[in-house]
């Protein structure tokens, strides 16, 4: 059988497919309509169910945040009390040793899980007295170390403090309470403890004199894998009023392979994990870079805003699973975050929305049976129906028929008629629609347009250098860039290159470029000494790297960049050259090629090394940075414009401005291509360094 009465037999059997009669054709018709409608309000209503849910959810976890910080900052009340009564007592004061072990023994009977400790007042302490069992090696290596611990500093110049420490007699994490004992009842300052952990205040503190009517340090540990019994954490999961962190998950729930349905995590100002009991990685106190993995990205992200004390709700992602996550304030040191199960929490929506797909259907079945019946008693006029589906046959779907607005008594061929009247308009509307999202002309231009006001409008100016640029893109958006950025005593200038052209290569410049802008002006106030400039540059380019390794490797987008901080008095200059084209310095007619290369192209490999060269300018010199764009320039015979050609042009050069000589190395490059498409997005720039 050939291929012809192959194609025969199949045009039979699709016409025998197509319905015949005008109740089949309208019942059709009308199909098409409804099912889209009862899917879009199946979306809206599911949709508007979804926001509500995700209010409450917020509401209800903002409220249980406010009874676990209500439950956390009165427990901690009570930690302070108990440390501050016991300092009151005389026989602290006194030091009077065989009584205040007895009153250790009595306070682990009661609660033995926590450690105390009372140290004599001086810089060589002794360990006086204790709670538990301690090898008198134990005892040895701690009194050996205690004298260097930051809290035991502060606690010796009459200041009372917590943090999360590791203890030298357990060797593991522990919730620290140190409390200075006067032996003047009258110096006994009663009040809430505080955390010493910022760098400032432990400076400040440890800088006054130590005190001299101390009769010893008291010195409480908490063990973190007791924290949440001891705190009433544990019990939380158990109090059937917090409906949504009821029957939570109190242990290492992030190594839970069935995943957990709500948890709890406490974080310091300093990012530290006082709950829930997370090994740590290289030590005993669990921190949030122990979040830090590619599954709990998210996860480690929201820690870092409650260490930051930002107040959110979001949704994230934690190990495949999608949770509510809601930080909240306890203290001045801690925060809280919760966690909450998404899939919990809107399993009412998803059975709402088989109740709404078996209703819709059954809606669907009756409307469609209804006017199948009806469809019988409805006609239209034949040869009016004829000519508009002619017009429609060329494409005119401007069809206005003559159809009765009550259609109940329509026959037959009336019924066709107005068929045919609605699937005209319906074209009509589809072709509307179709055109309306047709890419244009003056999108592209808005796009560039909008690329334009993203890159710089005017470089910096300075008596001390003179700077020109250009960059154009190959295509309508381009992915070459260039920055500078005027910065006290420096100067940092940025020319970069993201690998291929067009629209993805733009979206990528954007990140790359905002990146790096963004790490140099969150050290404007380093950027004071050439060793200053050197770190903030290599920092710019190795976290800008690292980010986007980690992040967006997916697409292997990378790019090229060459970043330089000159000083703008002595002419020194710190650079670093990421796989990026060789810059040239010209001086005196001469030009020196700076082809120390600092590592690879940006983005590829996380945690690679980078290394900042220097090279002091005289007054006069003159850099020219560029995109490969430039030596990959093509003629119209194919031949690229080259490094030679490049370095030939530079040395017949006479003395000129920076734009002077911009314009110079653009004509040639023009002049090159003769007309041909441009190859490469093509971006230079001209420094020019005229001394203090």
Same mark, same amino acid.
């Given at each position: ?195 010493? =952990?910022? &760098?400032?205040?432990? %400076?400040? $503190?440890? +800088? ?7 009769? *010893?340090?008291?010195? #409480? ?119 909450? =199960?998404? &899939?919990?929490?809107? %399993?009412? $929506?998803? +059975? ?7 209703? *819709?259907?059954?809606? #669907? ?328």
């Amino acid at each position: 059988m050939d291929n012809s009465a192959q194609r025969s037999q199949l045009s039979r059997l699709m016409n025998s497919l197509k319905p015949k009669s005008i109740r089949s054709q309208l019942t059709l018709g009308i199909a098409a309509a409804l099912v889209p409608s009862l899917v879009i309000s199946f979306g809206v209503t599911r949709r508007f169910v979804s926001n509500s849910i995700y209010e409450l959810t917020e509401h209800m976890l903002q409220a249980e945040a406010e009874l676990i910080s209500f439950g956390l900052v009165n427990w901690g009340r009570g930690i302070t009390h108990t440390v501050q009564s016991l300092a009151s007592t005389e026989s602290f004061q006194q030091a009077d040793i065989p009584a205040v072990q007895a009153t250790f023994n009595q306070l682990v009977s009661e609660s033995p899980n926590r450690q105390w400790r009372f140290w004599s007042a001086s810089e060589q302490p002794k360990l006086l007295a204790y709670s538990g069992n301690l090898s008198a090696e134990s005892k040895r290596k701690a009194e050996l170390f205690q004298g260097a611990r930051e809290y035991f500093k502060v606690a010796l110049r009459g200041t009372s403090t917590y943090q999360v420490v590791t203890s030298r007699l357990t060797g593991k994490g522990c919730l620290n309470v140190s409390q200075p004992v006067f032996t003047n009842p009258g110096q006994q300052v009663l009040g809430s403890t505080q955390s010493v =952990s910022a &760098e400032s205040m432990l %400076q400040t $503190i440890t +800088s006054m004199p130590i005190r001299k009517d101390l009769s *010893g340090v008291i010195v #409480l540990c908490i063990p973190l894998d007791s924290f949440g019994s001891d705190s009433g954490l544990n019990g939380l999961f158990d109090d059937p009023r917090l409906s949504l962190l009821h029957a939570g998950h109190s242990g290492p729930f992030l190594s839970d392979p069935n995943g957990f349905t709500s948890a709890v995590i406490l974080v310091s100002k300093s990012g530290q994990l006082l709950y829930p009991n997370l090994p740590g990685s290289g030590g005993s106190v669990p921190t949030i870079n122990d979040l830090r993995s590619p599954k709990t990205a998210e996860l480690y992200d929201v820690a870092i805003k409650a260490q930051q004390r930002r107040e959110i709700f979001d949704s994230i992602n934690v190990n495949g699973r999608k949770y509510f996550a809601l930080t909240a304030d306890v203290d001045t040191a801690w925060s809280v975050v919760l966690l909450f =199960s998404e &899939e919990q929490a809107t %399993q009412a $929506i998803r +059975s709402t929305g088989q109740v709404q797909a078996i209703v *819709g259907g059954l809606t #669907l079945l009756l409307v469609l049976l209804f006017v199948a019946i009806r469809s019988r008693r409805i006609s239209r006029p034949i040869s009016e129906a004829g000519r508009a589906l002619q017009k429609i046959g060329v494409g005119d779907f401007d069809v206005h028929l003559s159809v009765p607005s009550d259609a109940s008594n329509d026959d037959e061929v009336t019924g066709l008629l107005r068929n045919v009247q609605v699937s005209s308009d319906r074209l009509r509307a589809y072709l509307t629609e179709v055109t309306s999202f047709a890419v244009t002309q003056k999108q592209l231009d808005t796009a560039k347009s909008i690329q334009r006001d993203f890159l710089l409008q005017a470089l910096p100016e300075s008596s001390e250098y003179q700077a020109s640029a250009v960059s154009r893109p190959a295509l309508e958006i381009g992915a070459d860039w260039y920055d500078m950025v005027d910065a006290g005593n420096h100067v940092v200038f940025v020319v970069a290159d993201v690998c291929d052209k067009g629209v993805p290569s733009a979206l990528y410049m954007s990140v790359f470029r905002s990146l790096i802008r963004s790490k140099i002006l969150d050290h404007l106030s380093d950027l004071s000494s050439s060793a200053n400039a050197s770190d903030v540059i290599r920092d710019a380019i190795a976290r800008t790297n690292d980010y986007m390794a980690a992040n967006q490797n997916s697409s292997m987008m990378f790019a090229t960049v060459l970043i330089a901080a000159v000083h703008k008095e002595t002419g020194v200059m710190s650079y670093l050259c990421a796989g990026h084209e060789t810059p040239y310095i010209l001086r005196s007619g001469e030009i020196v090629p700076l082809d120390h290369v600092s590592g690879p192209a940006i983005g590829l490999f996380g945690g690679a090394d980078y290394s900042v060269s220097t090279f002091e300018l005289q007054s006069g010199d003159r850099l020219v940075l560029y995109s490969d764009g430039l030596v990959d320039a093509r003629s119209p015979a194919d031949e690229g414009f080259g490094h030679e050609k490049l370095e030939e042009l530079l040395r017949a050069v006479r003395p000129c401005t920076s734009s002077q000589l911009l314009d110079i190395i653009v004509s040639a490059v023009d002049d090159h291509m003769d007309g041909a498409d441009q190859f490469d997005d093509l971006t230079i720039m001209v420094f020019e360094w005229k001394g203090s």
